[in-house]
């Protein structure tokens, strides 16, 4: 009789999704530089702010991070840390900033 044997099947992938970067990750490739986030808000600002009352013009707004002046919205984040689910406690207080 010829015996059949079936590959192992592959443990089925589970997904998170980061409550910091808001992306899904693989808790078993999850580590302290896995999220990269920025930890204050996306703002804009006009020009006018540092005007002289009467001052015309300086009327358009420009958009940045506000942790690190970064001025495109999909600007890589300027904080690491690991990725924190829904399911987790509570995160610690921010990560650090990534050495270059």
Known sequence: ?????SPA???PTVS??????LRPYDPA???PRACAFHPESWSGETSQRWRAPGDVGGGDVHYF???C???GRDAPGCVVGAH?????DEPEP???RPEH
Do not use: I, Q
């Open 9 to 11: 099947a592959a443990p």
């Open 65 to 67: 991070w506000t942790c």
């Open 29 to 31: 490739t999850n580590g």
């Open 84 to 88: 924190v689910s829904y399911d987790d």
């Open 16 to 21: 998170k999704l980061c409550r910091t970067c």
């Open 1 to 5: 009789p010829m015996s059949s044997t």
């Open 69 to 71: 002046g970064a001025a």
């Open 94 to 96: 921010m990560g650090r």
